[in-house]
């Protein structure tokens, strides 16, 4: 059965000693046993208590499926299991990078995927948003020149992967709104990762356009270019990440 506490109300305010504190503090409600109830100091700290037990709780949850949340934020399967210290025996660059560039294979995904984790578990999972070229470009094809809640979620995150950009052959409205985008997260200050087979100077030619300069030099604000080198190791049916080989330089 509930036991439901039952108050009484005075006419004029009664002196009181809080049962949790001790102190006294004046009150027109007391149990009808005659024992007060918490003071508001105490009765405020109780709520927040109470509300960071239900926030550990539901980060708790969370934390026991940490693969299912990374999807849910856009991470491929195949990299939910993806750290520093399974792929890079806990070595990582110091800095964050914004662009990582080198052929097929060697890695570059495994990093921005340990990134992706680090910053999903540290800023939570709706802060971050992992999204192939090949689903934004979809998406903005399907848009017919209007807005799409992929573009504007990318443009929102604190922490985003554009992953394998290049694959597909950008109209001049493509190239505009990927230009816009990356330089709202500039003006903005927000993470960003790119992924790519591209050189630089190419990525910057085939997404700034007319303004691959003004591109170049806003890249080069929000990171380094990590360049890797290796040979592809998909094709060598190799099993999980190398540290040593496609390392970036």
């Known amino acids: 059965m509930i036991n439901l506490l039952r108050f009484s109300r005075h006419d004029e305010p009664v002196t009181v000693t809080c049962p949790e504190c001790g102190e006294e503090y004046q009150t027109r409600v007391t149990r009808e046993d005659g024992t007060a109830p918490r003071c508001r100091k105490c009765f405020q700290s109780a709520q927040r208590r109470s509300i960071r037990e239900w926030q550990r709780k539901i980060q708790d949850e969370r934390l026991k499926n940490i693969p299912h949340w990374l999807m849910e934020r856009g991470l491929p399967k195949r990299h939910c299991e993806a750290s520093f210290e399974i792929c890079f025996n806990g070595r990582r660059p110091q800095e964050l990078p914004c662009l990582l560039t080198g052929p097929a294979g060697t890695g570059k995904t495994t990093l921005a995927a340990c990134f992706f984790r680090e910053f999903a578990l540290t800023l939570g999972f709706e802060s971050v948003l992992f999204l192939k ?111 040593r080989k496609g390392a970036p330089e």
């Not at 003006?187 to 700034?208: A, K, M, P, Q």
């Not at 270019?225 to 190398?242: H, I, N, Q, S």
């Open 133 to 243: 070229e090949t689903d934004l470009v979809q998406a903005l094809r399907d848009s017919e020149g209007g807005r799409t809640d992929i573009l504007e979620a990318a443009k929102r995150v604190h922490f985003l992967v554009l992953d394998d950009m290049g694959k597909a052959t950008p109209t001049p409205f493509i190239r505009e709104q990927i230009f816009h985008l990356l330089d709202h997260r500039h003006s903005e200050e927000l993470r960003t990762i790119i992924t790519t087979n591209l050189s630089l100077n190419d990525f910057c030619r085939t997404y700034g356009s007319n303004h691959a300069e003004a591109l170049l030099s806003r890249l080069s604000e929000m990171g380094k270019t990590l360049v890797f080198r290796g040979r592809d190791r998909r094709m060598a049916k190799t099993t999980g990440p190398e540290p």
